[in-house]
């Protein structure tokens, strides 16, 4: 009975959206401060495709799959990246440690998540700031790609979030 109550209470009301979601993921976020659990997507799997991954990536195969399936869309090489809802930040970490991108700034509402991200990846290319999907903290065109997977369902605009 509750649980219809705040569906509806977040379906009709985006800041209240807004608010349920920075709040859990925060308290996912230090709950669950595991380094090696790094992603959060439901993942991808196409008949046939098999993507050579290291013995430690197994575990996560399929959502790394569907970062691979995302990123790879476009080349990367060579460009800047913002992601938008870096949650965890195991995307981006693939993304910029295995796409080539010059650089990959992962964004997220959570600042516990942000935190935790910042202290489990150490690459040069990859850093993790806090941002707001409807206000992006960044200058038009500072990016050349901008990548969001699966956290739109969070976003209580999602025209705001596409007009940014």
């Known amino acids: 009975m509750i649980h219809r109550f705040l569906y509806f209470l977040i379906k009709f009301s985006p800041k209240l959206k807004r608010w349920f979601w920075k709040k859990w993921y925060t308290l996912f976020a230090s709950k669950a401060s595991?380094?090696?659990?790094r992603f959060m997507n439901y993942g991808y799997y196409k008949e046939g495709f098999?993507?050579?991954?290291?013995s430690s990536d197994e575990i996560e195969r399929f959502p790394i799959q569907l970062y691979h399936h995302v990123a790879t869309q476009v080349d990367l090489k060579g460009k800047s990246i913002l992601e938008v809802g870096s949650g965890r930040g195991g995307g981006a970490y693939y993304i910029a440690n295995n796409l080539d991108p010059t650089y990959l700034?992962?964004?997220d509402i959570s600042e516990t998540a942000v935190k935790l991200c910042n202290s489990i990846y150490n690459i040069d290319n990859l850093h993790f700031a806090i941002g707001d999907s409807e206000n992006i903290p960044f200058a038009n065109e500072k990016f050349d790609v901008v990548i969001n997977v699966e956290s739109s369902?969070?976003?209580g605009s999602m025209q705001s979030f596409l007009g940014e």
């Open 34 to 37: 595991n380094p090696e659990f």
């Open 105 to 107: 700034t992962g964004i």
């Open 50 to 54: 098999h993507l050579e991954l290291d």
């Open 153 to 155: 369902h969070c976003y």
